[in-house]
């Protein structure tokens, strides 16, 4: 009876030593066989993939002997506008009309401006809430805050003709 091997994955570099990603053994094996990859590291004790007629020694990480140039992906910064149409001008706290920003942790304690610390709140909610954590305040958020996909932050936008 054949040994199962386990869920093995194998690290692959970028040909600038980047790490690109993990991928399953079997997609290392196929690489290694169309030779697109220099082996960098091995397991140890070695471990043998037996085929019909080829035995293989499983790499822990490889190295792609070509460069591939993955594009630059830019993220937008988070702005009151954006914010807002997140948050479809909803106070996280209240579920009322929201008018202004609120930083979950305040920016005196370390918060930064960043989409997973920026919601949206009404007035009177924003000022209950002052210098202080939603925690320490009492209040609940009604959701938690996210970054939106590239495509949802410009779904609204007008097209241009």
Same mark, same amino acid.
């Given at each position: 009876?054949?040994?199962?091997?386990? /869920?093995? *994955?194998? &690290?692959?570099?970028?040909?600038?030593?980047?790490?690109? +990603?993990?991928?399953?053994?079997?997609? !290392?094996?196929?690489?290694?066989?169309?030779?697109?990859?220099? @082996?960098?590291?091995? $397991? +140890?004790? !070695?471990?043998?993939? $037996?085929?019909?007629?080829?035995?293989? &020694?499983? =790499?822990?990480? @490889?190295?792609?002997?070509?460069?591939? $140039?993955?594009?630059?992906? $830019?993220?937008?910064?988070?702005?009151? &506008?954006?914010?807002?149409?997140?948050?479809?001008? *909803?106070? @996280?706290?209240?579920?009322?009309?929201?008018? *202004?920003?609120?930083?979950?942790?305040?920016?005196?304690?370390?918060? +930064?401006? +960043?989409?997973?610390?920026? @919601?949206?709140?009404?007035?009177?909610?924003?000022?209950?809430?002052? /210098?202080?954590?939603?925690?320490?305040?009492?209040?609940?958020?009604?959701?938690?805050?996210? &970054? =939106?996909?590239?495509?949802?932050?410009?779904?609204?936008? =007008? !097209?241009?003709?």
């Amino acid at each position: 009876m054949p040994i199962q091997i386990p /869920d093995l *994955t194998v &690290e692959v570099y970028n040909a600038d030593y980047r790490v690109l +990603s993990r991928i399953p053994w079997q997609d !290392a094996i196929q690489l290694m066989l169309r030779d697109a990859v220099y @082996v960098i590291d091995r $397991h +140890s004790p !070695a471990v043998h993939i $037996h085929g019909p007629s080829l035995v293989i &020694e499983l =790499p822990m990480s @490889v190295e792609l002997r070509e460069y591939v $140039h993955i594009p630059y992906r $830019h993220n937008e910064r988070a702005t009151r &506008e954006g914010i807002l149409r997140r948050d479809r001008s *909803t106070c @996280v706290y209240c579920c009322g009309r929201a008018q *202004t920003i609120d930083h979950v942790l305040p920016r005196s304690r370390g918060g +930064s401006d +960043s989409w997973l610390n920026l @919601v949206a709140a009404c007035q009177a909610c924003n000022g209950r809430k002052g /210098d202080r954590t939603p925690y320490e305040a009492g209040m609940r958020m009604i959701r938690e805050p996210f &970054e =939106p996909r590239q495509r949802d932050r410009f779904a609204r936008m =007008p !097209a241009l003709v």
